[in-house]
């Protein structure tokens, strides 16, 4: 089955750029989705398909991807910004569907 | 406005069999392409995808919990049922359900989540 690997923890100041990671074979093949997972609360989708916001999300968050890494930035980041992040991809490679999450990023504002 | 909340036991006993339900307003799951999923995670841990079903009532499971998982739907209720037998502590987690909006491949709209225990 369809693996995504993201870096267990991303450290950024506030005001800086923060990026996460997501690799997985050809991902930029796939789109990918990006939640945002702050402590006892449920995951916000903030990217979709790769690059698109939802309404209510911040310009500041952004996405890309290409070859085998999906990247998410987070430009100025605030101290609301520390949260967990996950990628997801829908991977229909195999004989089966699955929608695949990655292993989370916890985002740490110094 | 679409909200989704799942209901069932805070505790279950190992071998038993979970049930839990998501219901749901704002939408309706026999509007072609939508979908509801279950997705769990257990204490500080990632995000698991459980399984899902559409409008159509077909219906998709994790390869590796397929054997135990069983999802419906009663769209006169607006509510989505999962069973999964055999629980075992390491199902331990918060159990959430959530929307997948007419042909898209991300969930748009999540529930708050229910933790269920696994514990004799």
């Known amino acids: 089955s369809y693996v995504l690997t993201q870096p267990p923890s991303v450290s950024v100041a506030p005001g800086k750029t923060a990026r996460i990671t997501c690799g997985g074979n050809n991902i930029g093949s796939k789109s990918v989705h990006w939640y945002q997972q702050k402590p006892g609360q449920a995951p916000v989708l903030v990217i979709y398909?790769?690059?698109d916001r939802p309404s209510g999300i911040p310009e500041r968050f952004s996405g890309s991807n290409s070859g085998n890494t999906a990247t998410l930035t987070i430009s100025r980041v605030e101290a609301g910004d520390e949260a967990d992040y996950y990628c997801?991809?829908?991977?229909?490679?195999?004989?089966?569907?699955?929608?695949?999450f990655g292993g989370g990023t916890k985002l740490t504002v110094l | 406005q679409v909200t989704l909340r799942e209901s069932g036991p805070a505790l279950v006993k190992p071998t038993q069999t979970l049930t839990l339900t998501c219901t749901f307003s704002g939408f309706s799951l026999s509007t072609s392409g939508m979908c509801v999923s279950w997705i769990r995670q257990p204490p500080g841990k990632a995000l698991e995808w459980l399984a899902l079903?559409?409008?159509?009532?077909?219906?998709y499971y994790s390869t590796s919990l397929k054997t135990r998982l069983t999802i419906s739907k009663d769209t006169s209720k607006n509510q989505v049922v999962l069973t999964m037998t055999n629980m075992d502590p390491v199902d331990t987690a918060t159990y959430y359900c959530a929307r997948i909006d007419r042909g898209q491949y991300y969930f748009d709209y999540w529930g708050q989540g229910t933790l269920v225990t696994v514990s004799s």
């Open positions: 997801q991809v829908w991977d229909s490679s195999s004989d089966h569907l699955n929608w695949v």
């Open positions: 398909y790769d690059s």
């Open positions: 079903i559409d409008w159509d009532d077909d219906k």
